[in-house]
């Protein structure tokens, strides 16, 4: 079982920046892509970027492509995910989630973090 903890969420201004962290922990946590999305109350979970185990491979969604930069820690248990120039529309709860491969999908993903909530004030 993996376990996925987020961290770094809160209140900021538009044009602000945030970095998330995503801390995972468990015996079989080994391999494994992973990525963040974010939900808001009228919108379905929608992707926001990915990564993949050694880090060589990342992916972003349109709307956060430039200003998003996802990363993992060395010891590959940890992934951020730095906010630059951060929106009101991106307001959202985000999730840090585990999958084998790096996807857009998130019924690719396995393991899902509680969320921790951003919201961008303007």
């Known amino acids: 079982q993996v376990q996925l903890a987020e961290s770094g969420g809160g209140l900021v201004q538009a044009g602000a920046s945030l970095r998330l962290s995503c801390a995972a922990s468990?015996?079989?946590?080994?391999?494994?892509?992973m990525g963040w999305f974010r939900q808001t109350p009228r919108k379905e979970r929608e992707f926001v970027a990915a990564?993949?185990?050694?880090?060589?491979?990342?992916s972003y969604s349109n709307s956060v492509k430039g200003r998003f930069t996802i990363s993992r820690g060395d010891a590959k248990n940890t992934v951020y995910l730095q906010m630059n120039s951060l929106k009101p529309e991106d307001t959202a709860v985000y999730y840090c989630?585990?999958?084998?491969?790096?996807?857009?999908?998130?019924?690719?993903?396995?393991?899902w973090g509680q969320g921790t909530q951003v919201t961008v004030s303007s």
């Open positions: 468990g015996r079989t946590f080994n391999n494994y892509a």
């Open positions: 989630a585990a999958a084998r491969i790096v996807s857009s999908d998130n019924s690719a993903y396995d393991f």
């Open positions: 990564i993949s185990w050694r880090g060589v491979t990342t």
